[in-house]
């Protein structure tokens, strides 16, 4: 018996059900995972919502988790029974087991355990992506993170101060900008009160910012251009206010010939290589401590509705683990 958290409808965090599933054996090219932990990511709310699809109902949601390989399909190479595996990006991770075709899997390295690979793959190749091909940053450049307590924004702040960047990041309360200045945050903004743009003047000398790696979209989009140096770089990349609205580009050209990108992991993962390269330059950066993954939250997969209720409430920082 297979148990997964379903939704029949797209809503609030109510639609997420607990019920058993028929998982059957892999086809070819596939494995069949034991699944031990998921992890929960801002996506997997528009993904219950209705903001993103996710084909026909009922779905299993969820976009990451790490577990073992039960069963092997013809045609895989390089994975074979009891393999530790993990997996960014792939609708259906909210089960005990699944079916997932083995070239979205990645080995985990023993010095990591299932619990922080479920937590960091889908945040950590995110903020890899941002800070390596985004926005290469370099030693000195001045960078904006917003969430920067969050998932991606503990990542993100920590990997850009080793990078030698001086990061600041907009955080929602006194108790993540603590949080945040541990995690390698040089400034911090409290952007429910403060005004980013005049704030981030200040602490650049009245330059701005190389780039802002915004994930909040409509609320911060036109502050996100308001803080760029000329030639700046703004990644719009999440939606947790709404996505944004449309705009003209001509804006850019007053605002400094700035540029605007909207990344999805999708792209930066979408044939092995680029996933492996972004595997094990993330990899690498946990296991030498440059990284640290902060689990701050841990629910049972069954409880998943009120894991969703505090990622929108703005109650969670870090990454938030879904133990099965
Ligand atoms: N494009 C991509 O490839 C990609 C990949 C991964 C994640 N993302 C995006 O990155 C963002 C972060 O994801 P995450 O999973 O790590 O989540 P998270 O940052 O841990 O949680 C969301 C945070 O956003 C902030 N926020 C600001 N306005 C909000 C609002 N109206 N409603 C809810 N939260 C609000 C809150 O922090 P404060 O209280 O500090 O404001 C909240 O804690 C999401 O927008 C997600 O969609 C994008």
């Not at 330059?281 to 069954?302: C, D, H, K, W, Y």
């Not at 703005?314 to 683990?321: D, K």
Request: hydrophobic share 40%; with cysteine; proline share 4%.
């Amino acid at each position: 018996m297979t148990k997964a958290i379903r939704i029949h409808e797209t809503g609030g965090p109510e639609v997420l059900s607990w019920e058993e599933i028929e998982v059957g054996d892999p086809g070819q090219g596939q494995v069949r995972l034991r699944q031990s932990a998921c992890g929960l990511n801002y996506i997997d709310v528009y993904g219950r919502s209705g903001m993103y699809p996710v084909g026909d109902l009922p779905a299993v949601i969820g976009m990451e988790a790490s577990g073992v390989v039960e069963a092997v399909g013809g045609g895989v190479d390089g994975l074979v029974t009891g393999d530790r595996v993990a997996y960014p990006m792939t609708l259906g991770s909210y089960a005990e087991a699944r079916l997932i075709d083995a070239d979205k899997v990645i080995k985990i390295p023993h010095a990591i355990s299932d619990e922080t690979a479920a937590a960091m793959m889908l945040k950590g190749l995110t903020a890899h992506y941002l800070l390596f091909r985004t926005y290469p940053v370099k030693a000195g450049d001045s960078i904006l993170v917003y969430a920067a307590a969050g998932g991606v924004g503990l990542i993100l702040c920590q990997w850009a101060n080793q990078l030698g960047a001086n990061v600041i990041g907009c955080v929602g309360s006194e108790e993540k900008a603590q949080l945040a200045r541990d995690h390698g945050c040089h400034h911090t903004i409290l952007y429910r009160d403060e005004d980013i743009p005049s704030r981030v003047r200040e602490i650049t000398a009245g330059v701005g910012v190389a780039a802002a790696y915004d994930s909040i979209g409509k609320a911060t989009f036109e502050k996100s251009l308001d803080s760029l140096r000329p030639f700046g770089v703004l990644a719009t990349y999440g939606n947790a206010s709404g996505p944004v609205d449309p705009f003209s580009p001509q804006i850019l050209a007053g605002k400094g010939s700035l540029y605007v990108t909207r990344p999805t992991l999708a792209t930066h993962i979408s044939t092995r290589e680029l996933l492996e390269e972004g595997a094990q330059r993330l990899f690498s950066a946990v296991e030498s401590g440059q990284v640290r993954i902060s689990i701050n939250q841990t629910l049972p997969l069954a409880d998943c509705a009120e894991a969703h209720r505090q990622l929108e409430a703005r109650e969670t920082t870090g990454s938030t683990v879904l133990k099965i």
